[in-house]
């Protein structure tokens, strides 16, 4: 993929451990973080391991139901590892009871998508660039904002961006 140039796609459905955060996700992320990996590694480490059992995860990813409709104190965040089609519920360890981890299923379908490069903060033209290349595909979106982080955070991350799409 190459870096900021959109593109049609087609992902598969997707099992996905996640964990849902409110507010800020500069400030609230690291227990949801805590409880979303513990849980995964729980099962990848103490469930499938000693079953002889290798457990591929995918990379994080987010969805932003409410991003910028709504003052940035006040976002819903859903944070999701996927995770192999074998995973249960019951596989997974609960480490906050305060923080549920669940399994979804993120659907599948027509996505646009875009390789993003730079900081979280300086997203928003090549969102914009996204969502006109969108319309002028014949396309409007359907479904929330999703973000899948390929590294750090930092001046340099690099981060597809992609929205469930549906022709017009």
């Given at each position: 993929?190459k870096?900021f140039?959109p593109?049609?796609?087609k992902?598969p ?9 409110f507010?800020?996700p ?11 990996y ?9 469930v ?13 990813t987010a ?5 910028h409709?709504?003052?940035k104190?006040?976002w ?6 996927p995770?192999?089609?074998?995973v249960?519920?019951s596989?997974?360890k ?24 730079g ?6 033209p090549?969102?914009?660039a ?12 359907f479904?929330?904002?999703?973000e899948e982080?390929?590294?750090?955070p ?6 597809i ?5 549906e022709?017009q």
């Open positions: 993929m870096a140039v593109r049609i796609t992902l459905d997707r099992k996905v451990v996640t964990v849902t955060s507010g800020d500069n400030k609230v992320m690291e227990p949801y973080m805590k409880a979303l513990g849980a995964v590694y729980w099962a990848k480490m103490g499938y391991k000693p079953k002889g059992v290798k457990m591929e995860l995918g990379k994080l969805r932003w139901p409410d991003a409709l709504k003052p104190s006040e819903t965040g859903i944070w999701g590892v995770v192999p089609d074998y249960k519920p596989d997974l609960q480490k906050d009871p305060k923080i549920k981890v669940t399994i979804e299923t993120w659907k599948g379908g027509e996505y646009t998508e875009v390789l993003y490069i900081a979280y903060a300086d997203e928003g090549t969102i914009k996204l969502h006109e290349f969108i319309k002028e595909s014949g396309y409007k979106l479904g929330p904002h999703e982080y390929l590294s750090r930092g001046p340099k991350a690099k981060t961006i992609r929205n469930l799409i022709k």
